[in-house]
């Protein structure tokens, strides 16, 4: 069965650090991965996708960015975090188009 | 442009009743949708999904219903139980990779 895994769980940044996320998933090659951030008591927001190893697209301008450097690694960076990327991250994965999508556990980002 | 958004954003129910949280779409083009749950502190996790050629899909205690004509689409949690207690989200799926997800609406169980 495939899995989904995110870390770190939780994050506790300054301004102006630098950040990286990772999502790595098991049991399925070549998935579609994708980045999602989610506001406290709000819904989801997409903020990268990719379908295969190298091609990113981005959904929002932001000071954000994703990579993929292996078929099942997804990575969120950012040179300089802003107080406002403060949110739960969450990687998620699906087979192909117009199939659901498979959350991970999330990553709490504060920013202070 | 198209929105997905549910129409109450809390729900208190009894333990032992029927829930039935709702949702209404505006992309006449989205062709699958999807029902998650999120608790909190965690991702969402998928419920249940319904392709635009049925009307109705039962799973495990719950039933999925849509509605081409309104543009709405519910689902119905029987015998709702303590563990049914979190944020249910609604998206559709246009046909692209994206998933638009509603807002939510956060459902509290009474015992």
């Known amino acids: 069965s495939q899995t989904i895994h995110q870390w770190p769980a939780t994050l506790v940044q300054p301004v102006g650090s630098p950040l990286s996320l990772e999502c790595t998933v098991e049991?399925?090659?070549?998935?579609?991965l994708y980045w999602y951030r989610q506001a406290a008591g709000r819904g989801l927001q997409l903020l990268f996708y990719s379908v295969g190893i190298g091609q990113i697209s981005s959904e929002v301008p932001q000071n954000l960015s994703a990579s993929r450097p292996q078929d099942r690694q997804f990575i969120l960076s950012s040179k300089k975090l802003l107080l406002s990327d403060s949110g739960f991250y969450l990687c998620?994965?699906?087979?192909?188009?117009?199939?659901?999508?498979?959350f991970g556990p999330g990553t709490r980002l504060l920013v202070l | 442009g198209e929105s997905v958004g549910l129409h109450l954003p809390t729900l208190s129910v009894q333990e032992g009743d029927n829930s039935i949280i709702n949702c209404a779409y505006s992309n006449s083009a989205s062709d699958y949708f999807i029902w998650y749950k999120q608790e909190s502190g965690k991702g969402p996790q998928f419920i249940i999904d319904?392709?635009?050629?049925?009307d109705k899909r039962q799973g495990q205690r719950v039933t999925v219903l849509l509605n081409k004509t309104v543009k709405h689409l519910s689902l119905q949690i029987a015998a709702t139980q303590p563990g049914d207690s979190a944020v249910y989200f609604c998206?559709?799926?246009?046909?692209?990779?994206?998933?638009?997800f509603g807002a939510g609406t956060t459902v509290t169980v009474r015992a």
């Open positions: 049991g399925t090659s070549n998935p579609n």
């Open positions: 319904i392709r635009s050629n049925m």
């Open positions: 998620a994965w699906s087979g192909t188009i117009q199939e659901t999508q498979y």
């Open positions: 998206a559709e799926n246009g046909g692209d990779y994206k998933l638009s």
